[in-house]
Protein backbone atom coordinates (compact mmCIF):
# COMPACT_ATOMS: atom_id res chain seq x y z
CA UNK A 1 0.00 0.00 0.00
CA UNK A 2 1.22 3.32 -1.31
CA UNK A 3 1.11 5.43 2.05
CA UNK A 4 2.23 8.55 1.34
CA UNK A 5 4.70 10.80 -1.16
CA UNK A 6 8.20 9.69 -1.72
CA UNK A 7 7.80 6.12 -2.08
CA UNK A 8 6.42 5.29 1.73
CA UNK A 9 4.69 1.92 1.62
CA UNK A 10 3.56 -0.63 4.11
CA UNK A 11 3.86 -4.17 2.93
CA UNK A 12 0.51 -5.38 4.18
CA UNK A 13 -1.43 -2.33 4.06
CA UNK A 14 -5.45 -1.97 4.18
CA UNK A 15 -8.12 0.58 3.98
CA UNK A 16 -11.47 0.92 5.34
CA UNK A 17 -13.75 3.24 4.07
CA UNK A 18 -17.40 4.15 5.06
CA UNK A 19 -19.87 6.79 3.96
CA UNK A 20 -17.63 7.45 0.87
CA UNK A 21 -14.28 8.47 3.44
CA UNK A 22 -11.48 6.66 4.77
CA UNK A 23 -12.05 5.51 8.18
CA UNK A 24 -8.40 3.92 8.82
CA UNK A 25 -5.52 3.31 6.58
CA UNK A 26 -2.42 1.75 7.72
CA UNK A 27 -1.27 -2.04 8.85
CA UNK A 28 -3.68 -4.71 7.91
CA UNK A 29 -4.00 -6.38 11.32
CA UNK A 30 -4.71 -3.01 12.82
CA UNK A 31 -7.64 -1.93 10.39
CA UNK A 32 -9.02 -5.45 10.35
CA UNK A 33 -9.84 -4.68 14.20
CA UNK A 34 -11.04 -1.62 13.74
CA UNK A 35 -13.24 -2.90 11.23
CA UNK A 36 -14.82 -5.81 13.26
CA UNK A 37 -16.38 -8.89 11.90
CA UNK A 38 -19.31 -8.16 9.49
CA UNK A 39 -17.77 -5.47 7.17
CA UNK A 40 -17.48 -7.63 3.82
CA UNK A 41 -13.55 -7.68 2.81
CA UNK A 42 -11.91 -7.40 -0.85
CA UNK A 43 -7.74 -8.97 -0.94
CA UNK A 44 -5.55 -8.13 -3.66
CA UNK A 45 -2.21 -10.62 -1.73
CA UNK A 46 -0.53 -9.38 -5.53
CA UNK A 47 -1.69 -6.30 -5.90
CA UNK A 48 -0.75 -2.40 -4.95
CA UNK A 49 -3.20 0.02 -3.42
CA UNK A 50 -2.98 3.71 -3.88
CA UNK A 51 -5.02 6.97 -3.82
CA UNK A 52 -6.64 6.92 -7.38
CA UNK A 53 -5.23 9.26 -10.10
CA UNK A 54 -5.79 12.97 -10.76
CA UNK A 55 -5.68 13.92 -14.47
CA UNK A 56 -5.77 17.95 -14.46
CA UNK A 57 -6.44 18.42 -17.84
CA UNK A 58 -9.79 17.32 -19.89
CA UNK A 59 -12.23 17.89 -22.17
CA UNK A 60 -15.06 15.75 -22.44
CA UNK A 61 -17.07 17.43 -24.89
CA UNK A 62 -14.44 16.77 -27.39
CA UNK A 63 -14.38 13.72 -29.05
CA UNK A 64 -10.84 13.00 -29.49
CA UNK A 65 -11.06 12.26 -33.30
CA UNK A 66 -9.62 13.78 -36.39
CA UNK A 67 -12.41 16.70 -35.77
CA UNK A 68 -13.15 17.18 -32.54
CA UNK A 69 -14.46 20.81 -33.20
CA UNK A 70 -16.72 19.61 -35.90
CA UNK A 71 -18.23 16.86 -33.46
CA UNK A 72 -18.90 19.26 -30.72
CA UNK A 73 -20.56 21.73 -32.80
CA UNK A 74 -22.92 18.99 -34.65
CA UNK A 75 -23.86 17.47 -31.44
CA UNK A 76 -27.16 18.50 -29.97
CA UNK A 77 -26.69 18.80 -25.90
CA UNK A 78 -28.64 16.11 -25.16
CA UNK A 79 -26.44 13.41 -27.52
CA UNK A 80 -23.22 15.69 -26.09
CA UNK A 81 -24.09 14.86 -22.84
CA UNK A 82 -24.07 11.20 -23.33
CA UNK A 83 -21.22 11.16 -24.87
CA UNK A 84 -19.39 13.31 -22.19
CA UNK A 85 -20.81 10.87 -19.35
CA UNK A 86 -19.60 8.03 -21.84
CA UNK A 87 -16.04 9.55 -21.42
CA UNK A 88 -16.25 10.07 -17.67
CA UNK A 89 -17.01 6.48 -17.51
CA UNK A 90 -13.64 5.66 -19.46
CA UNK A 91 -11.32 7.72 -17.43
CA UNK A 92 -12.52 6.38 -14.42
CA UNK A 93 -12.06 2.97 -15.61
CA UNK A 94 -8.55 3.87 -16.04
CA UNK A 95 -8.13 4.56 -12.23
CA UNK A 96 -8.98 8.71 -12.86
CA UNK A 97 -10.71 8.95 -9.57
CA UNK A 98 -10.61 12.66 -9.91
CA UNK A 99 -10.54 15.37 -13.52
CA UNK A 100 -10.13 18.18 -14.20
CA UNK A 101 -12.35 19.43 -17.27
CA UNK A 102 -11.19 23.13 -18.60
CA UNK A 103 -13.73 23.76 -21.40
CA UNK A 104 -17.57 23.05 -21.39
CA UNK A 105 -20.47 23.73 -23.01
CA UNK A 106 -23.71 25.51 -22.13
CA UNK A 107 -22.95 24.12 -18.27
CA UNK A 108 -23.02 20.57 -19.31
CA UNK A 109 -19.73 19.68 -17.60
CA UNK A 110 -21.08 21.17 -14.28
CA UNK A 111 -24.46 19.13 -14.19
CA UNK A 112 -22.47 15.91 -15.31
CA UNK A 113 -20.61 16.58 -12.15
CA UNK A 114 -23.26 16.85 -10.00
CA UNK A 115 -25.03 14.10 -11.19
CA UNK A 116 -21.60 11.75 -10.49
CA UNK A 117 -21.42 13.25 -7.13
CA UNK A 118 -24.99 12.35 -6.31
CA UNK A 119 -23.99 8.46 -7.58
CA UNK A 120 -26.54 8.61 -10.56
CA UNK A 121 -23.61 8.69 -13.42
CA UNK A 122 -20.41 6.47 -12.62
CA UNK A 123 -17.62 9.11 -13.50
CA UNK A 124 -14.62 10.47 -11.71
CA UNK A 125 -14.64 13.33 -9.09
CA UNK A 126 -15.15 16.29 -11.81
CA UNK A 127 -13.55 20.01 -11.40
CA UNK A 128 -15.17 22.18 -13.97
CA UNK A 129 -14.07 25.49 -15.33
CA UNK A 130 -17.63 25.69 -17.25
CA UNK A 131 -17.05 28.02 -20.17
CA UNK A 132 -13.69 29.38 -20.94
CA UNK A 133 -12.88 32.74 -21.93
CA UNK A 134 -11.86 33.78 -24.81
CA UNK A 135 -11.71 36.93 -27.62
CA UNK A 136 -13.92 37.27 -30.13
CA UNK A 137 -13.17 34.69 -32.57
CA UNK A 138 -10.55 33.49 -30.68
CA UNK A 139 -9.37 30.00 -29.44
CA UNK A 140 -12.50 27.82 -28.52
CA UNK A 141 -14.73 30.55 -29.39
CA UNK A 142 -17.21 27.98 -29.93
CA UNK A 143 -17.77 26.97 -26.86
CA UNK A 144 -19.64 30.43 -26.15
CA UNK A 145 -16.96 32.20 -24.14
CA UNK A 146 -16.68 35.14 -26.23
CA UNK A 147 -15.94 38.86 -24.35
CA UNK A 148 -14.41 41.95 -25.11
CA UNK A 149 -13.63 44.32 -22.54
CA UNK A 150 -13.78 44.74 -19.32
CA UNK A 151 -17.62 44.29 -18.44
CA UNK A 152 -17.82 41.68 -20.75
CA UNK A 153 -15.05 40.07 -18.93
CA UNK A 154 -16.74 40.91 -15.17
CA UNK A 155 -20.48 39.08 -16.47
CA UNK A 156 -18.71 36.10 -18.17
CA UNK A 157 -16.39 35.00 -14.87
CA UNK A 158 -19.73 35.81 -12.92
CA UNK A 159 -22.33 33.99 -15.15
CA UNK A 160 -19.98 31.09 -14.57
CA UNK A 161 -19.70 31.58 -10.79
CA UNK A 162 -23.48 31.60 -10.62
CA UNK A 163 -23.33 28.62 -12.52
CA UNK A 164 -20.97 26.66 -10.14
CA UNK A 165 -17.81 26.19 -12.16
CA UNK A 166 -15.14 25.13 -9.45
CA UNK A 167 -12.32 27.59 -11.56
CA UNK A 168 -12.15 30.20 -14.41
CA UNK A 169 -10.48 28.81 -17.64
CA UNK A 170 -8.91 31.50 -19.78
CA UNK A 171 -7.61 31.22 -23.14
CA UNK A 172 -4.49 33.65 -22.63
CA UNK A 173 -3.31 32.80 -26.10
CA UNK A 174 -4.42 31.08 -29.46
CA UNK A 175 -4.69 27.43 -29.84
CA UNK A 176 -4.29 24.45 -32.42
CA UNK A 177 -7.92 23.73 -32.81
CA UNK A 178 -9.42 26.45 -33.68
CA UNK A 179 -9.14 26.68 -37.34
CA UNK A 180 -8.94 30.63 -38.35
CA UNK A 181 -8.38 31.68 -34.90
CA UNK A 182 -5.00 33.62 -33.41
CA UNK A 183 -1.77 31.24 -33.63
CA UNK A 184 -0.35 29.43 -30.59
CA UNK A 185 2.35 31.87 -29.43
CA UNK A 186 -0.23 35.46 -30.05
CA UNK A 187 -1.99 36.78 -26.79
CA UNK A 188 -5.23 37.16 -26.96
CA UNK A 189 -5.97 39.43 -23.72
CA UNK A 190 -3.94 42.39 -22.29
CA UNK A 191 -1.85 41.75 -18.91
CA UNK A 192 -4.53 44.32 -17.40
CA UNK A 193 -7.66 42.18 -18.63
CA UNK A 194 -5.78 39.01 -17.67
CA UNK A 195 -5.26 40.74 -14.22
CA UNK A 196 -9.20 41.80 -14.32
CA UNK A 197 -9.82 38.06 -14.71
CA UNK A 198 -8.02 37.09 -12.03
CA UNK A 199 -9.00 39.51 -9.58
CA UNK A 200 -13.05 38.91 -10.61
CA UNK A 201 -12.22 35.28 -9.72
CA UNK A 202 -10.96 35.85 -7.04
CA UNK A 203 -14.27 37.74 -5.65
CA UNK A 204 -15.81 34.36 -6.01
CA UNK A 205 -13.15 32.21 -4.10
CA UNK A 206 -12.37 30.47 -7.77
CA UNK A 207 -8.48 29.49 -8.76
CA UNK A 208 -7.52 30.61 -12.80
CA UNK A 209 -6.64 28.15 -15.14
CA UNK A 210 -4.47 30.20 -18.56
CA UNK A 211 -4.33 28.99 -21.65
CA UNK A 212 -0.87 29.51 -22.81
CA UNK A 213 1.14 28.32 -25.39
CA UNK A 214 3.28 32.22 -26.49
CA UNK A 215 5.01 33.98 -24.20
CA UNK A 216 3.61 37.07 -24.33
CA UNK A 217 0.37 35.50 -22.80
CA UNK A 218 2.59 33.22 -20.44
CA UNK A 219 4.70 36.37 -19.06
CA UNK A 220 0.86 38.31 -18.69
CA UNK A 221 -0.62 35.19 -16.92
CA UNK A 222 2.23 34.84 -13.98
CA UNK A 223 2.01 38.71 -13.45
CA UNK A 224 -1.86 38.18 -13.07
CA UNK A 225 -1.40 35.88 -10.25
CA UNK A 226 -3.56 32.50 -11.84
CA UNK A 227 -2.85 29.15 -10.35
CA UNK A 228 -1.71 27.15 -13.40
CA UNK A 229 -0.80 27.57 -16.66
CA UNK A 230 -1.74 24.59 -19.37
CA UNK A 231 0.89 23.30 -21.78
CA UNK A 232 3.33 26.69 -21.45
CA UNK A 233 4.89 25.89 -24.87
CA UNK A 234 7.30 29.50 -24.74
CA UNK A 235 6.22 30.09 -28.26
CA UNK A 236 7.18 33.09 -29.63
CA UNK A 237 6.49 34.76 -33.16
CA UNK A 238 9.62 32.86 -34.86
CA UNK A 239 10.61 30.40 -32.51
CA UNK A 240 10.99 29.39 -28.94
CA UNK A 241 11.49 32.48 -26.36
CA UNK A 242 11.73 31.00 -22.57
CA UNK A 243 12.33 34.05 -19.94
CA UNK A 244 14.08 32.41 -17.13
CA UNK A 245 13.12 34.80 -14.71
CA UNK A 246 9.37 34.16 -15.51
CA UNK A 247 10.18 31.00 -14.84
CA UNK A 248 11.72 31.73 -11.64
CA UNK A 249 8.72 33.84 -11.06
CA UNK A 250 6.61 30.81 -11.51
CA UNK A 251 8.48 28.88 -9.50
CA UNK A 252 8.39 32.01 -6.19
CA UNK A 253 4.62 32.13 -7.10
CA UNK A 254 3.88 28.39 -6.15
CA UNK A 255 1.85 28.96 -10.40
CA UNK A 256 1.25 24.97 -11.27
CA UNK A 257 2.26 24.25 -14.80
CA UNK A 258 0.58 21.04 -16.96
CA UNK A 259 2.26 20.44 -20.04
CA UNK A 260 -1.34 18.57 -20.76
CA UNK A 261 1.07 16.40 -22.66
CA UNK A 262 -1.20 13.73 -24.62
CA UNK A 263 -1.22 10.12 -24.48
CA UNK A 264 0.03 10.89 -28.38
CA UNK A 265 3.05 12.68 -27.35
CA UNK A 266 5.12 9.69 -29.27
CA UNK A 267 3.46 10.68 -32.19
CA UNK A 268 3.47 14.20 -31.87
CA UNK A 269 6.94 14.41 -31.55
CA UNK A 270 6.76 12.59 -34.95
CA UNK A 271 4.58 14.91 -36.46
CA UNK A 272 6.35 18.24 -34.65
CA UNK A 273 9.73 17.30 -35.77
CA UNK A 274 11.68 15.20 -33.14
CA UNK A 275 14.34 17.92 -32.64
CA UNK A 276 11.87 20.37 -31.93
CA UNK A 277 9.62 18.32 -29.72
CA UNK A 278 12.81 17.28 -27.57
CA UNK A 279 14.01 20.91 -27.19
CA UNK A 280 10.43 21.83 -26.05
CA UNK A 281 9.85 18.26 -23.52
CA UNK A 282 13.96 19.41 -22.48
CA UNK A 283 12.61 22.80 -21.60
CA UNK A 284 10.04 21.18 -19.09
CA UNK A 285 12.52 18.74 -17.73
CA UNK A 286 14.71 22.14 -16.92
CA UNK A 287 11.68 23.74 -15.32
CA UNK A 288 11.18 20.81 -13.06
CA UNK A 289 14.69 21.07 -12.08
CA UNK A 290 14.42 24.89 -11.42
CA UNK A 291 11.47 23.97 -8.62
CA UNK A 292 8.00 24.35 -11.12
CA UNK A 293 5.28 22.52 -9.96
CA UNK A 294 4.15 20.09 -12.66
CA UNK A 295 0.61 18.93 -13.06
CA UNK A 296 -0.24 15.75 -15.17
CA UNK A 297 -2.84 16.03 -17.83
CA UNK A 298 -3.94 14.66 -20.73
CA UNK A 299 -5.55 17.33 -22.85
CA UNK A 300 -8.33 14.35 -23.39
CA UNK A 301 -10.73 15.63 -26.43
CA UNK A 302 -8.17 16.58 -29.10
CA UNK A 303 -7.23 14.75 -31.34
CA UNK A 304 -5.29 11.38 -30.93
CA UNK A 305 -6.18 12.08 -27.01
CA UNK A 306 -8.28 9.53 -25.96
CA UNK A 307 -10.07 9.56 -22.57
CA UNK A 308 -8.65 5.78 -21.69
CA UNK A 309 -4.91 6.34 -22.10
CA UNK A 310 -3.83 7.99 -19.17
CA UNK A 311 -0.67 6.06 -18.21
CA UNK A 312 0.36 6.83 -21.45
CA UNK A 313 0.68 10.30 -20.65
CA UNK A 314 2.57 9.69 -17.33
CA UNK A 315 5.04 8.22 -19.36
CA UNK A 316 6.13 11.59 -20.85
CA UNK A 317 7.14 12.30 -17.37
CA UNK A 318 9.00 9.46 -17.08
CA UNK A 319 10.66 10.43 -20.28
CA UNK A 320 12.15 13.81 -19.12
CA UNK A 321 13.61 11.92 -16.44
CA UNK A 322 11.24 12.07 -13.04
CA UNK A 323 11.10 8.51 -11.62
CA UNK A 324 7.98 6.42 -11.36
CA UNK A 325 7.71 6.72 -7.58
CA UNK A 326 7.67 10.90 -8.71
CA UNK A 327 5.06 10.31 -11.06
CA UNK A 328 2.83 8.64 -9.15
CA UNK A 329 3.40 11.34 -6.39
CA UNK A 330 2.50 13.81 -9.75
CA UNK A 331 -0.32 12.03 -10.11
CA UNK A 332 -1.87 11.58 -6.33
CA UNK A 333 -0.51 13.53 -3.84
CA UNK A 334 0.93 16.56 -5.93
CA UNK A 335 -1.50 17.09 -8.18
CA UNK A 336 -4.39 17.25 -5.19
CA UNK A 337 -2.51 20.21 -3.66
CA UNK A 338 -2.05 21.40 -6.72
CA UNK A 339 -5.50 21.53 -7.88
CA UNK A 340 -6.61 22.61 -3.90
CA UNK A 341 -7.99 19.34 -3.11
CA UNK A 342 -5.25 17.86 -0.99
CA UNK A 343 -7.52 17.97 2.25
CA UNK A 344 -10.16 15.56 0.45
CA UNK A 345 -8.15 13.30 -2.11
CA UNK A 346 -4.50 11.95 -2.61
CA UNK A 347 -3.38 10.11 -0.23
CA UNK A 348 -4.53 7.69 1.90
CA UNK A 349 -5.65 8.74 5.68
CA UNK A 350 -8.73 8.47 7.49
CA UNK A 351 -10.74 11.82 6.85
CA UNK A 352 -9.87 11.40 3.07
CA UNK A 353 -12.13 10.83 0.67
CA UNK A 354 -12.30 7.03 -0.22
CA UNK A 355 -10.61 7.66 -3.99
CA UNK A 356 -8.39 4.01 -4.50
CA UNK A 357 -6.72 2.03 -6.70
CA UNK A 358 -5.89 -1.26 -7.07
CA UNK A 359 -3.65 -2.76 -9.43
CA UNK A 360 -0.95 -5.84 -10.46
CA UNK A 361 2.49 -5.18 -9.70
CA UNK A 362 4.41 -2.20 -8.01
CA UNK A 363 3.99 1.02 -10.07
CA UNK A 364 6.83 2.51 -8.28
CA UNK A 365 8.92 0.64 -10.25
CA UNK A 366 7.21 0.12 -12.82
CA UNK A 367 4.31 2.55 -14.96
CA UNK A 368 2.94 0.02 -16.65
CA UNK A 369 1.58 -1.83 -13.40
CA UNK A 370 -0.97 1.09 -13.59
CA UNK A 371 -2.66 -0.42 -16.90
CA UNK A 372 -3.49 -3.56 -14.77
CA UNK A 373 -6.39 -1.98 -13.04
CA UNK A 374 -8.02 -4.57 -10.34
CA UNK A 375 -9.89 -2.48 -8.58
CA UNK A 376 -11.30 1.10 -8.64
CA UNK A 377 -13.06 2.76 -5.35
CA UNK A 378 -14.36 6.78 -6.30
CA UNK A 379 -15.59 8.36 -3.27
CA UNK A 380 -16.34 5.16 -1.64
CA UNK A 381 -18.75 3.35 -4.76
CA UNK A 382 -17.03 0.24 -6.21
CA UNK A 383 -17.17 1.47 -9.95
CA UNK A 384 -15.09 -1.47 -11.97
CA UNK A 385 -15.29 -4.97 -12.55
CA UNK A 386 -13.30 -7.02 -9.94
CA UNK A 387 -11.14 -10.05 -11.57
CA UNK A 388 -9.33 -12.45 -9.41
CA UNK A 389 -10.35 -10.48 -6.09
CA UNK A 390 -10.67 -12.84 -2.89
Known sequence: MVTGPGGQVLADGAVLYDGGLIAAAGPRAEVEAQAGPGVPRLAFPEGTLLPGLIDAHVHLVL????????????????????????????????????????????????????????????????????????????????????????????????????????????????????????????????????????????????????????????????????????????????????????????????????PAASPDWRGFAERFGRERAEEMFGRLRWMAERGVRLLPGTDAGVSRAVFDAFVSSLEFFEHIGLSPADIVDLATTGAARALGIGGDTGRLAAGLRADLLVVDGDPLTDLAALRSVRLVVAGGRVVSPLPGAS
Open 63 to 258: DAGPDPVAGLKAAPDAELYAAMADRAGRLLATGVTTARDLGDRGGLAVRLRDEIAAGRVPGPRLLSAGTPLTVPGGHCWFMGGEVEGADAIREAVRRNAAAGADLIKVMATGGGITKGGPPLWQAQFSPAELALIVAEARSFGLPVAAHAHGTEGIVAAVAAGVDSIEHCTWMGRSGFDVREDVVDAITARGIAVC
